[in-house]
C-alpha cells in the first residue's frame, strides 16, 4: 500500500546507503526519520505538511529542496546538513528552534511564515540574511547570537519575544515597521546596532538597547511604556547608551513618578540632556 507517513518509531534512520526518497503521498515525517543517512541527497515528499526533530541529521540534502507542502519544522530539522545553506522553505507557516544552532545555513526565506518561533535560528552563526515577510511575531531567542546576522525582513512582525536579536553582535540597522512591542533584553549586547525604526512602537522592557551604539536624538513617536526601573542585576531599557536627546510625545509613564521611571530607563546614560515627556 501508500506510504502516508514516516513515525519516530517506524524510520529510515542509519541507512548510509539511501540516496534517494520519493514519496508522493506521505504527509508527515516524524522524529530522526533520515537522520543518519550520511548519503541521503534527494527526498521528495511534496505533500508532507510536518517534519519532526532531526529528521535529516547529517544527510546530504542540499538547498535545493524547498520542501512545497510543509508548513511546521520541529527542532533541528537539517543539524550537519552542510549543503543545506541558502534555504527557501515555501510553504513553512512556523518555525520552533528549526536551525538552532545550525552553523551551515547563510540565507534564509520562509515567505508564508507567520510565526518565527522560540529559538527558531538561535545561535545560527553564519546566517546573513532572514526574511519573514508575513510574520506577526518573533519568539523568544528567535535570532540570540546570530553573529553574522546583517539583514531582516519582518515587515508585519507586531511582538517580540525576550531576547529575540540578543547578541547579534553585526546588526548595525534595523527596521521594524509593525513592532508594537519589544520584550526585555531585545537588542541587548548588539554592539554594532546605530540604527533602529520603530514607528509603531507601544511598549519596550528591560535593557531592550542596553549594549548597543544608539546615540544622538532619538524620538519614539508611538511610544506609551517604558519598563525604565532597574536592579537586582536588571537594566532599564535605554541603559548606558549615548543618547543626547529622547522625544516620547505618547509615552505614559508607569511604575512609580516620571523622575524615577526616565532615571531606571536611561541609567548610565551620561550625555542625555534632554528628555520630553508629554
Known sequence: GKVSSITDSLNLSGRTVLKSFNGPDVFSLGNNAFSGCTSLESVDVPKAKTIGNYAF???KISDVHHFPGTETFAAT???GCTLFRNVLLSAAKTLTETFDGNTNILTLSCPLANDVGYRACRSASNLLTASFPEALTVGESAFESCSSLVTVNL???KTFGRSAFYHCTNLTAISLPAAETLARNVFNGCTKLEDVALPLCRQIELGCFYGTKIAGAQTFASLQTIVGESGSGNYGAFYGTLITEIHLPACAV???SADRAINGAFADCTS???????
Open 57 to 59: 541529521r547529517n544527510t
Open 254 to 256: 508607569i511604575g512609580g
Open 77 to 79: 530539522v537539517f543539524h
Open 272 to 278: 542625555l540632556g534632554q528628555a520630553d515627556l508629554p
Open 155 to 157: 515587515a508585519k512582525a
